[in-house]
């Protein structure tokens, strides 16, 4: 940039700060709403879950049936997240480097449970494997049960979080184009090779962001989940459901003491998210920077 542009770009710069003297008005407000809407709900939780103290705190948060939707929680978020991650890149490859029959109406399926409301995604599968389901006399018969039960909560996690990976992946490969790819094949590389070396580096990033909404999603999902788990203490509730159970129980200091062990995690996955956003969007101006 020649120091002419400079030079006439902070004249402009300085007329609009003069023409715009509400901007501080602007960034008030919305460290206002910041406040009122995002930070005072987080200080009540904290402060509710320890008004009877840090010992009544651990005890609600240690408590058996905690604990037990605490490892329901982990254990659909970790058979989620990995199997969504699978999907994503598989679905992005295909959707961004080649084309074929359908291509279209796999990124509209892609993006379905964005559309569909999680409690008819988790009535679907109530009406597909419970007992007077399409296939609930076959599942009887083979003694396996799906709805409430561990099945059925991973599978109404995995279908409310399918969209995540694949939907961050699909515009960042369509812009990076087929062009390295190309060229590893012209020096022998083959497909795992091309994958490993020269497509992975380049999405990485991107991939973590879409790795970290899908946790964070499959974690604090209620809605599909609720559907199937059928409130089993101890057994089929995950966090958000324990608290909920807590908290109609009138036992509001354990909810929100739950609540809050809900809210550590989630804050834990935002700065994963903030973390991954800062190097993905450093990756996405790099070109330009060029």
């Known amino acids: 940039m020649s120091s002419t542009t400079l030079t006439a770009?902070?004249?402009?710069?300085?007329?609009?700060?003069?023409?715009?003297p509400g901007r501080w008005l602007l960034i008030?407000?919305?460290?206002?709403?910041?406040?009122?809407f995002l930070l005072l709900p987080l200080v009540v939780v904290l402060s509710e879950a320890l008004k009877q103290g840090f010992g009544t705190f651990l005890s609600a948060i240690l408590e058996p049936d905690a604990l037990s939707a605490l490892k329901l929680t982990l254990l659909a978020v970790g058979v989620s997240v990995p199997l969504n991650l699978v999907f994503g890149v598989a679905a992005a490859w295909c959707v961004s480097k080649y084309e074929f029959p359908g291509k279209s109406l796999l990124v509209t399926l892609i993006d379905l449970p964005f559309s569909v409301s999680p409690v008819i995604a988790g009535l679907i599968y109530v009406l597909l494997f419970g007992a007077q389901g399409y296939f609930g006399p076959w599942l009887q018969d083979h003694d396996i049960q799906i709805v409430f039960a561990v099945p059925g909560i991973v599978l109404a996690t995995l279908f409310v979080t399918v969209p995540f990976v694949a939907r961050e992946l699909i515009p960042l490969m369509q812009e990076q184009g087929t062009q390295e790819e190309e060229a590893a094949r012209l020096l022998g590389a083959n497909g795992w090779q091309m994958f490993w070396h020269v497509t992975l580096p380049n999405i990485k990033w991107g991939l973590i962001y879409g790795v970290v909404l899908c946790t964070a999603r499959a974690m604090g999902e209620f809605g599909a989940v609720s559907v199937v788990s059928g409130h089993i203490r101890g057994m089929t509730?995950?966090?958000?459901?324990?608290?909920?159970?807590?908290?109609?129980?009138?036992?509001?200091?354990?909810?929100?003491?739950?609540?809050?062990l809900l809210l550590l995690l989630a804050l834990a996955i935002l700065l994963l998210k903030q973390w991954s956003e800062s190097r993905l969007s450093r990756l996405k101006s790099k070109p330009v920077e060029e």
């Open 9 to 20: 770009a902070a004249p402009a710069t300085a007329a609009r700060r003069e023409r715009h």
């Open 28 to 36: 008030a407000g919305a460290w206002l709403a910041f406040v009122l």
């Open 237 to 260: 509730n995950t966090l958000p459901l324990h608290v909920e159970i807590l908290y109609n129980e009138y036992n509001h200091v354990a909810a929100f003491s739950v609540a809050s």
